[in-house]
């Protein structure tokens, strides 16, 4: 079924961003947009990046789909001053022309007003990219999201001098509720202040999560019961 579905292709015009706010909790004053695939069906139905984004990859289109998302994005943000970021896959940071495109718009953008989304798997052993991308665009506003471990790598992420992280809220959950658990997320969060980088709790999508989250005093977060991705903002709070 897969297969034939790939044959098919997708239409990359019906892909639009969908913006997704990460909150300051303390106040849910909105910090910044994540810019969301979401392809837009035959009858205007939102379908969602699971059953899609495979026939992209199988099709060879991530590419020309990341550069639909940023020109989409571009459009609709920088007018208004908003602080978003795109989401990348892999095979986008060896995509010459892309990233050129993004260090020219970092280059007409406030410092950290353009951003990029990396997955934690993609990255966490390949920092040289990290580095790379930190000195040639300096004014690139990276993130390291999916994270779901605590281990050497995520530190080594953290020092290579990416702006934020976001953890799985499901993590900060289970640790929260063990003493040793606190303690470490005590001493990540301290971590993280040291190298000024961002601590964000992702993917909450309910009450209990969210309450694990504040009580361990972290101050941003992201997920469905926060807020869900639409398709435009009503109003911009972004810094």
Not at 96 to 114: M, R, T, V
Not at 217 to 234: M, W
């Amino acid at each position: 079924m897969q297969a034939q579905a790939a044959n098919r292709g997708v239409p990359l015009e019906n892909i639009v961003p969908f913006y997704q706010p990460i909150f300051a909790l303390a106040n849910k004053r909105v910090d910044r947009y994540e810019c969301l695939a979401r392809l837009l069906d035959s009858n205007q139905q939102i379908v969602l990046p699971n059953e899609f984004l495979y026939i992209i990859e199988s099709n060879h289109d991530t590419a020309d789909m990341t550069s639909r998302i940023l020109e989409l994005s571009r459009a609709y943000c920088c007018p208004r001053q908003m602080s978003w970021s795109i989401n990348l896959f892999a095979e986008d940071l060896d995509d010459k022309p892309l990233l050129a495109n993004i260090e020219a718009l970092c280059k007409d953008s406030s410092k950290g007003l353009c951003g990029i989304d990396l997955h934690f798997d993609c990255i966490k052993d390949n920092l040289l990219v990290l580095s790379t991308l930190s000195k040639r665009i300096p004014n690139l506003h990276i993130t390291v999201d999916e994270i779901d471990e605590w281990g050497d790598s995520l530190y080594s992420v953290i020092a290579s001098g990416v702006d934020a992280i976001k953890i799985k809220s499901s993590l900060i959950k289970q640790h929260a509720k063990t003493k040793n658990g606190r303690e470490l997320i005590t001493k990540f969060k301290l971590y993280c202040q040291t190298h000024n980088c961002k601590l964000i709790a992702e993917h909450i999508e309910d009450a209990e999560s969210l309450a694990a989250v504040k009580e361990m005093e972290i101050l941003y977060g992201q997920g469905f019961y926060l807020s869900h991705p639409v398709p435009k903002v009503v109003a911009v709070h972004s810094n």
